[in-house]
């Protein structure tokens, strides 16, 4: 079992960064599990925002391409959300997800694994 859980999320302005970190305690398999942050704004369904598999290029929605980067440090079993130009669209609760293998960020539901989630707000 995997327990992940987020942190980092404030109220900023917009055009401000923002950095999210999400842990995974499940150290011993850690490095094989595909890592995603999926988001939920009000009154809205869950939406993707980044994957990273174990191996292989990262994949973004179209919404937050240029802006937002996913990252891992090994090291400390922690999962990273980069978000820079944040607007008031990118107000959302943030949730980190892992799975043996990637889902894709279209299927939320797909994802095995999840965060209790981050609030982030943009004004």
């Keep these: 079992h995997v ?13 401000d960064s ?8 499940q150290t011993t ?7 995603a942050w999926f988001r939920q704004p009000p009154g809205q369904e869950r939406e993707g925002v980044a994957e990273l598999p174990t191996f292989g290029a990262a994949a973004y929605a179209e919404s937050v391409k240029g802006r937002f980067t996913i990252s891992k440090d090994n090291a400390k079993n922690t999962l990273y959300l980069q978000m820079n130009r944040l607007n ?3 107000t959302a609760m943030y949730y980190c997800a892992a ?6 960020l279209g299927w939320p539901l797909a994802w095995g694994h999840w965060g209790q989630g981050t609030q982030v707000t943009v004004s």
């Design 18 to 25: 923002l950095r999210l970190s999400c842990t995974v305690a």
């Design 29 to 35: 398999t850690y490095g094989r599990y595909c890592l």
């Design 88 to 90: 008031p669209e990118d």
């Design 3 to 15: 327990q992940l859980v987020e942190s980092g999320g404030e109220s900023v302005q917009a055009g």
């Design 99 to 104: 799975d043996r293998f990637c889902r894709g």
